[in-house]
């Protein structure tokens, strides 16, 4: 497999001036002086050629090591794994016009695609995602984002336990919050984190917990989790531990159940039923967060979880029943049998991923860090 880390930028032909050379090997020395997670990554053999199939590529966050990745296959049909460096990179989405939202630290950020079909970045990446706009939220600990139908970001502000928006004024644009949250104020009081967009609109979120005190998520972590109907402001599953990623894919509502391991859907409430309930589909080896879909198969994120805080969940029992080792990386689910039928791994020093998505149409993308050399020397332009 060959791993890159912000590569240096050529045009869709080979460089070939001196001048172009010297800022090939000046990006290459700024970027050798960062230090780079020790990490191993193995992946099953139908992979990329599952991708391939798909015409698409995979992409996942670490807010551990600061990385966003994209896993696709170079022109020799080999794995490339594309390495990015970003503030804090958790929720991620495809913006259903070729672009991407980052929630990444105290920002929010749109990347699009700078390159035209027949162009390629150093004779091997079919698009590079450079930042476009960036909104200074703050410190706001954003999970899930997502893309309403006028092409707004949403995103989930886990410190005031509600919906937002990005702001042109003020740090953020609060659209929702729970009905069991009593007031705005910044205390991360339920862990609200995921986001499941239907028809363009926020249509379900996840919660650790329905708790109205500061922290009070925490000692919620075993069974207070619930799926919330954003319209109705109504909890349609409970019981759950420590719910995450939250997707309608196909019909249904599917969801994380990270605290047990388990990948299913919501059966959703109907008569005079006030609560739906979880079906498991799979039991995936990690604690569980990050979710994605292409027909029938799910392609879910998979963490070592951090024992110190997650101590004492039904993940560890089911982890010792099955002889079994919590691990990190992706795993791609059939849903119809429940069966992993592919899967990417890390081990070494990164343990943690937040969020995957697939980047459809392409085949082996790249993402330009903002604090990076190509930012500043990349210019593209519009003709008039």
């Not at 995979?58 to 990385?67: D, E, I, V």
């Amino acid at each position: 497999m060959n791993t890159t880390r912000d590569s240096a930028v050529a045009e869709n032909k080979p460089a070939s001036s001196k001048a172009a050379d010297q800022q090939q090997q000046k990006v290459a020395a700024s970027q050798a002086s960062v230090t780079t997670p020790r990490a191993e990554y193995s992946l099953s053999g139908g992979l990329i050629r599952r991708l391939v199939e798909m015409n698409a590529s995979l992409a996942f966050t670490s807010y551990q090591s600061g990385l966003l990745y994209m896993l696709g296959s170079n022109a020799a049909g080999a794995a490339q794994l594309h390495q990015s460096a970003m503030p804090k990179p958790m929720g991620l989405r495809a913006d259903g016009n070729g672009g991407l939202v980052l929630s990444a630290g105290a920002q929010v950020m749109r990347f699009a695609n700078v390159l035209e079909p027949d162009q390629r970045i150093n004779q091997t990446y079919d698009a590079c995602f450079m930042p476009r706009v960036n909104f200074v939220t703050g410190q706001l600990d954003a999970h899930d984002v997502g893309v309403d139908a006028s092409g707004e970001a949403v995103f989930v502000n886990t410190r005031f336990n509600c919906l937002a928006r990005p702001s042109a004024r003020h740090s953020f644009e609060a659209i929702w919050k729970p009905d069991f949250i009593s007031e705005l104020v910044d205390e991360d009081r339920c862990h609200l984190n995921g986001l499941a967009m239907k028809d363009g609109r926020p249509a379900f979120v996840t919660a650790v917990s329905r708790s109205d005190t500061i922290d009070g998520w925490r000692d919620r972590r075993v069974d207070g989790g619930v799926v919330i109907d954003v319209e109705r402001n109504a909890i349609v599953c409970e019981g759950l531990s420590m719910p995450h990623s939250p997707r309608w894919h196909g019909g249904k509502l599917w969801v994380l159940n990270a605290g047990t391991g388990e990948f299913g859907h919501v059966e959703l409430p109907s008569g005079k039923a006030k609560t739906g309930k979880f079906v498991p589909v799979a039991f995936c080896p990690g604690f569980l967060r990050g979710l994605a879909f292409h027909g029938k198969f799910a392609f879910v994120g998979l963490s070592r979880p951090r024992y110190r805080r997650f101590e004492g969940l039904a993940l560890d029992e089911k982890l010792k029943a099955s002889d079994s080792e919590a691990w990190c990386g992706v795993q791609v689910i059939d849903t119809e049998t429940g069966t992993c039928v592919d899967w990417f791994r890390i081990d070494g020093d990164i343990g943690e991923l937040y969020d995957v998505e697939l980047v459809e149409g392409f085949r082996c993308p790249m993402t330009v860090s903002p604090t990076s050399p190509d930012a500043a020397t990349l210019i593209t332009f519009g003709q008039p």
